[in-house]
T-cell receptor, first 113, second 117 residues
Framework: ETGVTQTPRHLVMGMTNKKSLKCEQHLGHNAMYWYKQSAKKPLELMFVYNFKEQTENNSVPSRFSPECPNSSHLFLHLHTLQPEDSALYLC????????????FGPGTRLTVT | AQKVTQAQTEISVVEKEDVTLDCVYETRDTTYYLFWYKQPPSGELVFLIRRNSFDEQNEISGRYSWNFQKSTSSFNFTITASQVVDSAVYFCALKPISSGSARQLTFGSGTQLTVLP
């Protein structure tokens, strides 16, 4: 595997379900990110982790819970979601959090029913 | 606060035409990076270029070229002799360079480019 991988690629869940999105980067980077991409809206940064520590939470509702066990893995735990949470969730990584370009995974297309 | 504006929401061209995607930005920071990303239908954003605010040299990479004009706060992207495979959504983004807490990418809303055969 190379680059940034995300699983699953597609997910349909009910509002009462609990699911998790997984991201793994094979680039030796130290920073990882979660973004939300909704139709007709710019990418929204959700969370930033730098050396496994969360450095930014962009006012994300608590029904989204990130976890970063190490610099290569990032999870987004989902529970009690709303239909408006349906979107493409993109994971990215960069060598450092401050000055480096980010490399993105293919995203998870989430549909909340 | 910073803002990135991509006024062209959709552009259609015929293969082999040249096309320019516009990007205008606002920032109070004196040093920053500018980026272009490509998002094909598969969904993954592909990094294309990063430019420093203190380097206004234009750059060419194959059929791609970028025109950075600090005086007009613009960072436009031109594809020469477009091909069908260039069809994608293109995002411009800005990131301040700061030594403090990580200040992150601000993306424009994207331009959907369709290249017709």
């Amino acid at each position: 595997e190379t680059g940034v991988t995300q699983t699953p690629r597609h997910l349909v869940m009910g509002m009462t379900n609990k699911k998790s999105l997984k991201c793994e980067q094979h680039l030796g980077h130290n920073a990882m990110y979660w973004y939300k991409q909704s139709a007709k809206k710019p990418l929204e940064l959700m969370f930033v982790y730098n050396f496994k520590e969360q450095t930014e939470n962009n006012s994300v509702p608590s029904r989204f819970s990130p976890e970063c066990p190490n610099s290569s893995h990032l999870f987004l735990h989902l529970h009690t979601l709303q239909p408006e949470d349906s979107a493409l969730y993109l994971c990215a990584s960069s060598q450092g959090a401050q000055t480096y370009e980010q490399y993105f995974g293919p995203g998870t297309r989430l549909t909340v029913t | 606060a910073q803002k990135v504006t991509q006024a062209q929401t959709e552009i259609s061209v015929v293969e082999k035409e040249d096309v320019t995607l516009d990007c205008v930005y606002e920032t109070r920071d004196t040093t920053y990076y500018l980026f272009w990303y490509k998002q094909p239908p598969s969904g993954e954003l592909v990094f294309l270029i990063r430019r420093n605010s203190f380097d206004e040299q234009n750059e060419i990479s194959g059929r791609y070229s970028w025109n950075f004009q600090k005086s007009t706060s613009s960072f436009n992207f031109t594809i020469t002799a477009s091909q069908v495979v260039d069809s994608a959504v293109y995002f411009c983004a800005l990131k301040p360079i700061s030594s403090g807490s990580a200040r992150q990418l601000t993306f424009g809303s994207g331009t959907q480019l369709t290249v017709l055969p």
